[in-house]
Each structure stands twice: as C-alpha cells, then as structure tokens.
C-alpha cells in the first residue's frame, strides 16, 4: 500500500477566467475549477482508492492517499481524469514524498505544482476545427456554434459555451451551497442575480455620478501561507482550511442577508416578480475573494467585511493564535464597460504591493483607486493607502465633509503646496465644525486628497439625476 500527498491545482487563471467580459462566461470558470475538486475526489474513489480531503478550496485540492497503485499511476490517471472532465483549464497534479503528510512533504508537492506550471502554456491549444469564424467571446479560440447573447446569435468557441452552460446552470446554487454550510439556509434568496455588468451597475440614473459604475473589491488574508505552514499535520490544516472556508460564507451569508432585506437602498433592481441582486462573486476560495458590486455600494461592503472579520479575529481554529486573522484589500471603482480583465489585474497588484509594504505589520488595510479612464490602470501609491477604521471614519465624515465644505475649494486646495496650501488649509478648517476636522485628521496628511478621491463614493446620495 502506498501513502503520499496528491495536489491538484488549476494555473494560469486569466486564460480561462478572466480571458472575457462576458459574465456568465467569467462566473462559469470560475465555478468550474471551484467545483474540479469533486473531479479529482469521484476519480479517485472509482479506482478504489483511499483519500482525505487536507484543503479543498479556489482552484486547489490536496488529499492524503492511499493506494495499491504507485504514486506516479495515481498522478497520471489524475491528470487524465481532470484534462477530460475540463479540456480547456490547465491543471498541475503532482504528488509529494512517501508516507509523509507534513509541512516538509506539502511544500515539496505545492514546489512540483509550481515547477510544472512554469512548464506549461498559459492557454490549452485549442481543436483548430471550427466554422471559420473567431468566438466572439474570448477573442482568441475557433468559433464551433451559435449561441444567444443579449438578443443576437454570437459565435462561442467549445471553451466559452462548456463555461457559460455551467455558470448560467450553477449561479443560484452557488449562494444556496454556502448558506447551507453555515446553516443559514433559512435567508431567502427571493431574487435571481444579475447576469451581466450592466445588471450590477446600469439602471441607475437616480445615482448621479455614479450611474453605470462598478465597484471591485479584491480581499487577500495576510500570512495565511504561514499559518498553514504552522500546521503540523494533514487533520490541523484541514481544521484550517474548513474553518477559513466557513468564516467566509458566514460573511457572505450576512451579505445576502442584507441583500434580500433591501428597502429600496440599491441593492436590488428590477420589478417585485422579476427582482435582480446587484452582486456578482468573480473568485472565491482559499484566502481571497473577489466580488463586483455597484460603485454605491462598494464602500458598504467593504466596510461591512471587515466589521465581521474584527468580531472574530481568533477563532480556535487559527494555527498561529499571536496573529489575528487580518486582510489586505483592492477597491476599484470603473465603468461597466471597462475591461475586468484589467481591473482585477490591478487589484491584485494593487494589494501585493500594499502586503509587501506592510510585511512587518500585517493589518486589516486596504488600498483604492478611482478608474477614470479605461487605459489608465496604473497601481495608486503609498498615499491611498487606508487602515480598515478608515472606513468608519469617511462614512461619518463624509457628509459633514460635503455640508462644510464647496468642491471649488477641495480642488483648488490639491493643486497648492507651501504656504498657500496651509493658508487655505487653515481657512477652510475655521468654516468646519470640531468633529469634521476631528474626522479629517483622523486619515492623516492625505486627508484632503481622500476627501476629493471620494466624495461621490462614501454615503452617496441619491436622488433623481
């Protein structure tokens, strides 16, 4: 009988995820390699071998096995099992030493995976056969059929329609599946979710500046490679894993709570019968999340995320108790039409670099960026950078901030320096009360420049535009 490690990870995400800006395509491959781990669990209980789920999560799934077959015949098969089951995503699998299940052994299996992953394309080579034509979709692959899309036949390619099946097919029970984990199946999701951008943040002129405008907010756990590091055994990481993976439905749960208790703030759109929740969740598992939300509510959740993560920073399940459980943050606000690719390529550049300047001091912090222009998607510097009680802090300054103060002088007060800068500076502190310059001091010598980035983004308002 043989022992050892099996990890299986799906690679090179942007080819098979994030290659569209279609929405269900997005959500369909997403979901896919989200679900991939019942693939590798059903191929290996069909050659009748033993194994235990250690982490099952985003795209990757590692499994303690048992079997009469020698690791590389299960590696092999494995492979194969995956490569049918989804042709189009690239998948590592490789298994680790002998008999052994510690941090030794998985950081040797997780290494093969990275070593093989640099061996492989970036895109599965596609069947060249095809109608002649290039899938309208992804804009790379051969085109195979016809499909209806927002009211026209559209050229897809095999790889857009197996993903846009499954992520039409699978949306509702996606929500559904993370209710029930956490026991909260009794939240009634009395609504369908929005289908595309525009469904998120179109129809919605009664938001002034805000109208057609997203909000995505990526979130990363700070340090949580060391802490599964710090797990001793295959039964401690998985306690881990689980316990990550219910931490983040509850906060989803909550979410959908607040969601389907809606009195005409936003968050649902469409009439009573045909009700339309403006949330989409474009990556989930592991440590990070990413959803899409409307640019007036991005704000909310963000902030609501980290109130519930701070309520409980030390679970029992946490490996490393002499660290809090902590998050480091992306909030971009773009257009509907603004690439998503680009989008959360920023965000998640956007929050490495801010992980990698706070590498001695993990905190709930987080970094924005306001998307003006498609093409300008450069990484904002230190200075937008926010602890996460930021968040409080704007939300209860904000309207004092827009009562007290006129946009001539919050613009004007950004293009001065020296002593007319503090001149102006002192000027407009004398015509604000003690509490909103309180709250202005409180996000620090950037605190004009957030007020300006912001103004239209923190507590909007709304009314007819």
Same mark, same amino acid.
């Given at each position: 009988m043989h022992t050892f490690l099996l990890r299986a990870e799906g690679v090179n995400l942007d080819s098979f995820i994030y290659d569209t800006q279609d929405l269900s395509t997005i959500r369909g491959g997403g979901l896919l390699l989200l679900n991939a781990a019942d693939t590798v669990r059903d191929a290996l209980r069909k050659r009748g071998t033993t194994s235990t789920p250690v982490v099952e999560g985003a795209s990757i799934g590692l499994y303690f096995v048992e079997s009469e077959d020698s690791p590389e015949q299960v590696r092999s098969w494995m492979n194969d099992a995956l490569v049918t089951r989804l042709p189009h995503a690239t998948f590592v699998v490789d298994v680790g030493p002998p008999g052994e299940d510690g941090p030794e052994a998985r950081a040797t299996v997780e290494w093969r995976?990275?070593? !093989?992953?640099?061996?492989?394309?970036?895109?599965?080579?596609?069947?060249?056969?095809?109608?002649?034509?290039?899938?309208?979709?992804?804009?790379?692959?051969?085109?195979? $059929?016809k499909a209806r899309m927002k009211g026209r036949e559209t050229w897809i390619s095999d790889a857009t329609k197996q993903r846009r099946e499954a992520g039409n097919r699978a949306k509702q029970n996606f929500y559904?599946?993370?209710? *029930?984990?956490?026991? &909260? /199946?009794?939240?009634?999701? $009395?609504? &369908?979710?929005? !289908?595309?951008?525009?469904?998120?943040?179109?129809?919605?002129?009664?938001?002034?500046n805000l109208q057609d405008k997203l909000a995505l907010i990526y979130l990363d756990g700070n340090r949580f490679g060391e802490r599964a590091a710090a797990c001793k055994g295959r039964h401690d990481l998985r306690d881990f894993s689980d316990g990550v993976r219910r931490k983040?439905?509850?906060?989803?749960?909550?979410?959908?709570?607040?969601?389907?208790?809606? #009195?005409?703030?936003?968050?649902?759109?469409?009439?009573?019968?045909?009700?339309i929740a403006r949330l989409e969740t474009l990556l989930w598992g592991g440590d990070e999340i990413i959803w899409v939300v409307p640019a007036w509510k991005g704000w909310e959740t963000l902030r609501s995320f980290y109130v519930q993560c701070e309520a409980e920073a030390n679970p029992a399940w946490n490996p490393l108790p002499d660290q809090p459980l902590t998050?480091? /943050?992306?909030?971009?606000?773009?257009?509907? %039409?603004?690439?998503?690719?680009?989008?959360?390529?920023? /965000?998640?550049?956007?929050?490495?670099?801010?992980? @990698? %300047?706070?590498?001695?001091?993990? *905190?709930? %912090?987080?970094?924005?960026?306001?998307?003006?222009?498609?093409?300008?998607?450069?990484?904002?510097?230190?200075?937008?950078?926010?602890?996460?009680?930021?968040?409080?802090?704007? #939300?209860?300054?904000?309207?004092?901030?827009? @009562? !007290?103060?006129?946009?001539? &002088?919050l613009h004007r007060i950004q293009k001065l320096n020296g002593a007319e800068r503090q001149k102006l500076d002192g000027e407009m502190r004398k015509g604000m009360t003690p509490e909103a310059v309180g709250l202005l001091d409180k996000l620090g010598p950037e605190g004009w420049r957030h007020i300006v980035e912001l103004r239209d983004y923190v507590m909007p308002e709304r009314g007819e535009a």
């Open positions: 995976n990275r070593e !093989q992953q640099m061996q492989a394309p970036s895109v599965v080579y596609p069947a060249l056969e095809g109608k002649g034509a290039v899938c309208e979709v992804d804009l790379v692959r051969p085109a195979v $059929e559904k599946q993370e209710l *029930e984990r956490v026991g &909260r /199946a009794d939240i009634p999701l $009395e609504f &369908r979710f929005a !289908q595309d951008f525009e469904e998120i943040g179109g129809n919605s002129a009664e938001w002034g983040h439905s509850d906060i989803l749960a909550g979410l959908l709570d607040r969601i389907g208790r809606d #009195e005409d703030q936003g968050w649902l759109s469409g009439a009573d019968y045909n009700k998050y480091t /943050a992306a909030l971009v606000f773009c257009h509907t %039409r603004t690439p998503i690719h680009a989008v959360v390529k920023l /965000a998640h550049n956007m929050a490495d670099n801010l992980k @990698e %300047r706070y590498k001695d001091k993990p *905190e709930n %912090r987080f970094l924005y960026k306001v998307l003006e222009s498609f093409d300008y998607v450069e990484t904002p510097g230190a200075e937008m950078a926010l602890p996460a009680d930021a968040l409080n802090t704007m #939300e209860a300054g904000m309207p004092l901030w827009r @009562e !007290q103060v006129s946009n001539k &002088r």
